[in-house]
C-alpha cells in the first residue's frame, strides 16, 4: 500500500533474484494512456534492471481496465509466462462507475491469481484525481509500475 513518504520506485536491487530466463507478459490499458504508458515505462525498467530480457517481455494492449483480465487470462492460455503485469488506471468520476469498474478488475485479477498458475500482479491505479495518478506514475511518489515489476518477479520465482 503506497503512503505519502513511499517511493514507489525504491527497491533493494540485492533482494531480487534476478529475472534472466523468466518470461513476463504485461497487459496494458489503453484508457488514461498518458498514465498507464508511465506505469508500463516503469515496470520495462525495472524487469530490465533485474535481468529480464527483451526477448521475454510480451505486451499486449486492451481497450480499459475491465478488459485486463480478458487479456491477462487469455496471454496465460496462449502463451508461456511466469508471471502477468495487469497495468490500468481508473479515475473517480461523478458516477458510480468507477466503483464498479475498480471492483470488477480487482476481483478478476484476484480470481486468475486464484485459479490458476501465473500470478497476475495487479498495478491500476485507483486514484481520485489525475494528480494523484500522475504523481503514482513516475511522479512525486515514483511508480506503481516499477513496484509492480519487482511483484512479478518476486511471485514468478515463488511459482517455478
Known sequence: MATVNKNLSVYDK???????GLRFGIVVSEWNSEITEGLYSG???????????????????????FELTFGAKKMIKSLK???VIAIG????????HF????DATAQGIKDLN??????VIFCVLTDNNMQQAIDRSGGKHGNKGTEAAIAAIKMAVLGS
Open 14 to 20: 540485492a533482494t531480487i533474484p534476478n529475472a534472466n
Open 43 to 65: 515496470a520495462i525498467e525495472a524487469l530490465l534492471d533485474c535481468g529480464a530480457q527483451e526477448s521475454d517481455i510480451i505486451r499486449w494492449d486492451v481497450p480499459g481496465s
Open 81 to 83: 509466462v511466469d508471471a
Open 89 to 96: 488506471s481508473v479515475i473517480q468520476g461523478e458516477t458510480k
Open 99 to 102: 466503483d464498479f469498474v475498480c
Open 114 to 119: 486464484v485459479t490458476t498458475n501465473v500470478p
